[in-house]
T-cell receptor
Framework: ETGVTQTPRHLVMGMTNKKSLKCEQH?????MYWYKQSAKKPLELMFV???????ENNSVPSRFSPECPNSSHLFLHLHTLQPEDSALYLC???????????????FGPGTRLTVT | GDSVTQMEGPVTLSEEAFLTINCTYT??????LFWYVQYPGEGLQLLLK?????DKGSNKGFEATYRKETTSFHLEKGSVQVSDSAVYFC???????????FGAGTRLFVKA
């Protein structure tokens, strides 16, 4: 595997279910990101991890819970979601931008989530 | 705060037409600028970037020049192909921070 992979690619869940999204990067990066992409809305940054520590949490509801066990893996745990949470969830990784440069991000293909 | 504004789509062109997608930005400091492309069913991928004023980024026939005086980073291609149909995002790096600021995206349709 190369680049950034995400599983599953598609997920349908009821509002009372608990599920997890998985992201894995094979690029040797040390920062990882979760984004939400909804139709006709700008890309929303949800969470950022650098060296396995959460460094950004953009007022995301607690029904979304991230986990970063190591610098190659990132999870998004989902529980009691709402229909408006239906969207494409994108994972990305980059070199650590705190070194003073703007490193480009590498994105996975996303998980298409539908909440019924 | 920092922001990116890009032209609304969709943009519909015939094959071999000239493409311009406008992007302007507001930023403190000297950010890097990026264009990302998202093909149907895929995530975003970096198309090109420029890290300082007057730099020109180029890739796959696409070009964009970092214009500090007009705070712009317009994307151009001389002759588009059907395979260029995608959504294009202009983005601004937060100079050493984690938050890349993305524009709303411009959808391009290219007809054969």
């Amino acid at each position: 595997e190369t680049g950034v992979t995400q599983t599953p690619r598609h997920l349908v869940m009821g509002m009372t279910n608990k599920k997890s999204l998985k992201c894995e990067q094979h690029l040797g990066h040390n920062a990882m990101y979760w984004y939400k992409q909804s139709a006709k809305k700008p890309l929303e940054l949800m969470f950022v991890y650098s060296l396995e520590e959460r460094v950004e949490n953009n007022s995301v509801p607690s029904r979304f819970s991230p986990e970063c066990p190591n610098s190659s893996h990132l999870f998004l745990h989902l529980h009691t979601l709402q229909p408006e949470d239906s969207a494409l969830y994108l994972c990305a990784s980059s070199q650590d931008p705190l070194r003073g440069r703007d490193y480009e991000q590498y994105f996975g293909p996303g998980t298409r989530l539908t909440v019924t | 705060g920092d922001s990116v504004t890009q032209m609304e789509g969709p943009v519909t062109l015939s094959e071999e037409a000239f493409l311009t997608i406008n992007c302007t930005y507001t930023a403190t400091g000297y950010p890097s600028l990026f264009w990302y492309v998202q093909y149907p069913g895929e995530g975003l991928q970096l198309l090109l970037k420029a890290t300082k004023a007057d730099d020109k980024g180029s890739n796959k026939g696409f070009e964009a020049t970092y214009r500090k005086e007009t705070t712009s980073f317009h994307l151009e291609k001389g002759s588009v192909q059907v395979s260029d149909s995608a959504v294009y995002f202009c983005a601004l790096g937060n100079t050493g921070g984690f938050k890349t600021i993305f524009g709303a995206g411009t959808r391009l349709f290219v007809k054969a």
